[in-house]
């Protein structure tokens, strides 16, 4: 069975750090491209983050282009998000999901991210 | 960037009645990667169906997607009880992968 946890959410100060992580179990890890994204409070569903099965490719949304950075270790089966200079428009639930491709074809329940003083 | 538009906003139906789900892109779809998602309150998205018209694992046939290029739609044959909820189309296969705005599914 595919699982997918998240982690790492919490509230934070604007201009702050956090890293998510996202430890999956199920499926061959390191065969799968991995993506997050995020759903602010009421709203729809905006991609943040891609990387692929190795590493060696990682995209980002302009809207977190040199602030947020994915990465993964495949020997621990987890995927991150570090994400710096938060702001507050950067509040939302963030999914991380099992990709075939460039489809997302799972996700995990979320890890809510309140960015506030 | 694809700006995808879903219409209607929300879609006030009864159970067993028939579902059409509209999503217009702002220019063509590559290879037809159109998928659509279902999200009901305090759960992740389920994917639906990808590549415009495939339906995902364990997806009942009720659920079916249509179209091509810019113009895609969501049918659902007759609406069960569970069928009531939120659903996104998104676009993936190029970077940024977008999501439209959403169609609510609600209860007449």
């Known amino acids: 069975e595919v699982q997918l946890l998240e982690s790492g959410g919490g509230l934070v100060q604007p201009g702050g750090s956090l890293r998510l992580s996202c430890a999956a179990s199920g499926f061959i890890f390191s065969n799968s491209g991995m993506s997050w994204v995020r759903q602010a409070p009421g709203k729809g569903l905006q991609w943040v983050s891609g990387?692929?099965?190795?590493?060696?490719?990682?995209y980002h949304a302009d809207s977190v282009k040199g602030r947020f950075t994915i990465s993964r270790d495949n020997s621990k089966n987890t995927v991150y998000l570090q994400m710096n200079s938060l702001r507050a428009e950067d509040t939302a639930v963030y999914y991380c999901?099992?990709?075939?491709?460039?489809?997302?074809?799972?996700w995990g329940q979320g890890t809510p991210v309140t960015v506030s003083s | 960037e694809i700006v995808l538009t879903q219409s209607p906003g929300t879609l006030s139906l009864s159970p067993g009645e028939r579902a059409t789900l509209s999503c217009r892109a702002s220019q063509s779809v590559s290879n037809n990667y159109l998928a659509w998602y279902q999200q009901k309150p305090g759960q992740a998205p389920r994917l639906l169906i990808y590549?415009?018209?495939s339906r995902a694992t364990g997806i009942p046939d009720r659920f079916s997607g249509s179209g091509s290029g810019t113009d895609f739609t969501l049918t659902i044959s007759r609406l069960e009880p569970g069928d009531f909820a939120l659903y996104y189309c998104q676009a993936y296969g190029v970077s940024p992968r977008t999501f439209g705005q959403g169609t609510k599914v609600e209860i007449k």
């Open positions: 590549d415009a018209s």
């Open positions: 990387i692929s099965g190795s590493g060696g490719n990682t």
């Open positions: 999901a099992r990709d075939s491709g460039w489809l997302s074809v799972f």
